[in-house]
């Protein structure tokens, strides 16, 4: 069956280092993979999307890498800050179907 | 702020009963979804709505329903409510149906049956 993994545990970091999430899929084909933000009780915040012929996507302090070889994407905030303190989660959307599913999220706390 | 909006923000219930959440997309926007969030599921797409007419759908128990207006809100129906429901419901939209179109979530209804 179709599996997206996120670390469920939570990732701790001291401010200004960079922080790196990870994304594994099983049993996907994914047209395109998305990055959200997530603060508790809120919904979601659309942050990046990676097309599966594209290696690398860049926004501000934000960088996202899509290796379909591996079935993995890598989440990269660079001199990170206690504000991106948040969950972060992965989605997937197969060729076809523009819906994309979740994974569940993983944590990120930045320490002043 | 994302600019949808949806109401109420908390509803207090009891098992057995109904109640309907209410989703106003983007301005221009005629897609809308709704998911459910909960501690032990994660974030489950339910069903998505395009210009009023159903066009996916997801996890969505057979006591759910939901439909979209002409005027583009959604609006989500839950009835027979059991305790499993408690959970948030976010509703998204986006401007079409198209793949890799950013779906833009509100604040969440936040459930809780008794």
């Known amino acids: 069956s179709q599996k997206i993994e996120q670390n469920s545990e939570a990732l701790n970091i001291q401010e200004g280092k960079t922080a790196t999430l990870t994304c594994n899929y099983t049993n996907y084909s994914p047209a395109y993979l998305q990055w959200y933000r997530q603060d508790p009780g809120r919904g979601p915040v659309f942050l990046l999307l990676?097309?599966?012929?594209?290696k690398e996507k860049r926004k501000e302090r934000l960088k996202v890498t899509f290796d379909t070889t591996l079935k993995q994407s890598l989440f990269h905030i660079t001199a990170s800050q206690p504000a991106d303190s948040a969950t972060y989660l992965c989605?997937?959307?197969?060729?076809?179907?523009?819906?994309?599913?979740f994974g569940r999220g993983t944590s990120l706390i930045v320490h002043p | 702020d994302s600019g949808v909006t949806q109401t109420p923000k908390h509803l207090i219930t009891a098992t057995g009963q109904r109640v309907t959440l209410r989703c106003s997309p983007r301005?221009?926007?005629?897609?809308v979804y709704w998911y459910q969030q909960s501690l032990d599921q994660g974030l489950q797409f339910l069903i998505q709505y395009y210009n009023g007419e159903e066009r996916a759908k997801g996890n969505i128990l057979e006591r759910f329903s939901a439909q979209q207006f002409p005027d583009l809100h959604s609006e989500l129906n839950l009835s027979s409510l059991e305790l499993g429901d408690s959970a948030l419901y976010f509703c998204?939209?986006?401007?079409?149906?198209?793949?890799?179109?950013?779906?833009?979530f509100g604040p969440g209804t936040r459930l809780l049956v008794l």
């Open positions: 990676i097309r599966e012929n594209e």
């Open positions: 989605a997937l959307a197969s060729g076809g179907s523009y819906i994309p599913t």
């Open positions: 998204a939209s986006s401007r079409d149906r198209g793949v890799g179109k950013t779906q833009y």
């Open positions: 301005s221009g926007d005629l897609s």
